[in-house]
Each structure stands twice: as C-alpha cells, then as structure tokens.
T-cell receptor, first 114, second 118 residues
C-alpha cells in the first residue's frame, strides 16, 4: 500500500513549456486535491475532484488544468509555465468513510520555472 | 468563510525548553475538524493529530499535547522538552463541509517555523 505517490519529484521548466504532474493513490479514495505551497503562504488549493470524471476549481486555479479519467489518478497540467508557478505541489486524497475530513498527502513535487 | 491564523511566523528555542504553537480559527459551521501537520526539512507533510468540533478533551501524546478551546476558537500545540528533531514548519488546518463545492474544504494556516537549537 503506497498511499499517495507523485511523479516527478523535481522538475525544472523554461517559461512557456508545458508539463503534467501525476498523482496516484491506491486507497480507493473518492476525493483528490492539488495544492501549491509557497514560502509564508501555507498550502493553497488549486483544483480538486469529488470523483472519477469530475473536477472543480479551488482557490488558485488560474494557469492550471486537471483531469480525473481514472479514480486512482489525478493529473495537474501546466500548459504554458510561468515563473510565478515555481512552487512545491502536493497532491492529497480523502475517503467518504469514517474520516472524510482527513486528507492523505503525497511527498510533493518541487517545480522551478526559469 | 473559514480561516486559520497562526500568528507566530517563526519561533526559536533552546533544546529542552517547552514551546507552544498557537492556532486560532474561524468557521460558521458547528461540525468541523482541526488538524496539525508537521513539515520537516525533508518536505513531506506528517499528520500529527485530528480533533473534531464535538470533542474538546485535550490530548497528550508523548511530548506533544494539544489544547482545544471552542470558547476562544483555538487549537494550540505544545511540545514539552523540545528536541532538535522537532525543528520543522508546523501547520494548523481546519476542515469543514463545503456545500457549494460538494467537498471537504481544508484550509491551512501559514505555518510556524520552529527551530530548536542544541
């Protein structure tokens, strides 16, 4: 049981390049989330999904797109990267069961846009 | 709207000192959950504790203790006899149901950087 995994762990992009971050969970969780963490800002929600085939905007969605084609995967895309998107990205998932409020986090992806 | 305030941006203590990290929250809901996470220098988020809004009992786990007071909307975290390995960023978070978004919305404070010096 790997929990929540994220690929890649590190990435450096040039302005204007595109990339996709992959989040996978093996806990059969319904909800999945993408956050970004910037110094002094805590974690802020980018997009989330309440089930396979659904996505919704969070607090800071601009410049990102997401897809949830399979229940276990949640993809975060940057179509045209900007330096302002330099951040650490965390994926999380949660269950509808006993502790729906509790989110399980992946190890993070450190992205630098130059 | 829910909000979490961690007024202490950075705290520095000497090993073996006790330290309390403050967390104040705002919510209109009667049902909600509060969390503390630890983020060591390695970067991962480590879950420490979950407390629901109906359970105001304080909790102790080894050198860690948590004081939940609904009357002051606070959920403070105390480390007794701090150690160098406690050095990390600590986040307080509030989770409540968001009917508009049909999800459990988790709001984080901005974190407190704790440095424990030998």
């Amino acid at each position: 049981n790997a929990g929540v995994t994220q690929t890649p762990k590190f990435r450096v992009l040039k302005t204007g390049q595109s990339m996709t971050l992959l989040c996978a969970q093996d806990m059969n969780h319904e909800y999945m989330y993408w956050y970004r963490q910037d110094p002094g800002m805590g974690l802020r929600l980018i997009h989330y999904s309440v089930g396979e085939g659904t996505t919704a905007k969070g607090e800071v969605p601009d410049g990102y797109n997401v897809s949830r084609l399979k229940k276990q995967n949640f993809l975060l895309g940057l179509e045209s990267a900007a330096p302002s998107q330099t951040s650490v990205y965390f994926c999380a998932s949660s269950n509808l069961g006993d502790f729906p409020h509790e989110q399980y986090f992946g190890p993070g992806t450190r992205l630098t846009v130059t | 709207a829910q909000k979490v305030t961690q007024a202490q941006t950075e705290i520095s203590v000497v090993e073996k000192e006790d330290v309390t990290l403050d967390c104040v929250y705002e919510t209109r809901d009667t049902t909600y959950y509060l969390f503390w996470y630890k983020q060591p220098p390695s970067g991962e988020l480590v879950f420490l504790i979950r407390r629901n809004s109906f359970d105001e009992q304080n909790e102790i786990s080894g050198r860690y203790s948590w004081n939940f007071q609904k009357s002051t909307s606070s959920f403070n975290f105390t480390i007794t006899a701090s150690q160098v390995v406690d050095s990390a960023v600590y986040f307080c978070a509030l989770s409540e149901w968001s009917s508009g978004g049909s999800n459990y919305k988790l709001t984080f404070g901005k974190g407190t950087l704790l440095t424990v010096n030998p």
